[in-house]
Nanobody, 124 residues
Framework: QVLLVESGGGLVQAGGSLRLSCAAPGRTFSGYVMGWFRQAPGKEREFVGAIMWSGSSTDYADSVKGRFTISRDNAEPTLYLQMDNLKPEDTAVYYC?????????????????WGQGTQVTVSS
């Protein structure tokens, strides 16, 4: 089973920054969309953002647009999520995921591969 491995989570004060990474040991995910999702306690897992294989196109949830930036290094291969101006409502477990390119970029059920998640906690 393919495993995606997230890292970089932690505790940060509101207004601070964190950078999450997602590695894919032994797999290039050529032609795949890579996405970030998050799940807060008692809530559904929600879309955060995604990036196409080429890296030329990204999509973000309105709640993070302008604060979060997704990038990928296909040579590594590694996916990144730079999170700036963090807010307490960003507190959640963050997951990276992969799906073949196509429709449903914001649909978590379209993603085939998932990491184990990394906790992000933003204090007020």
């Amino acid at each position: 089973q393919v495993l995606l491995v997230e890292s970089g989570g932690g505790l940060v004060q509101a207004g601070g920054s964190l950078r999450l990474s997602c590695a894919a040991p032994g797999r290039t995910f050529s032609g795949y969309v890579m996405g970030w999702f998050r799940q807060a306690p008692g809530k559904e897992r929600e879309f955060v953002g995604a990036i196409m294989w080429s890296g030329s196109s990204t999509d973000y949830a309105d709640s993070v647009k302008g604060r979060f930036t997704i990038s990928r290094d296909n040579a590594e291969p590694t996916l990144y999520l730079q999170m700036d101006n963090l807010k307490p409502e960003d507190t959640a477990v963050y997951y990276c995921a992969a799906k073949p390119e196509g429709l449903g970029v914001r649909n978590r059920y379209a993603y085939l591969y998932w990491g184990q998640g990394t906790q992000v906690t933003v204090s007020s």
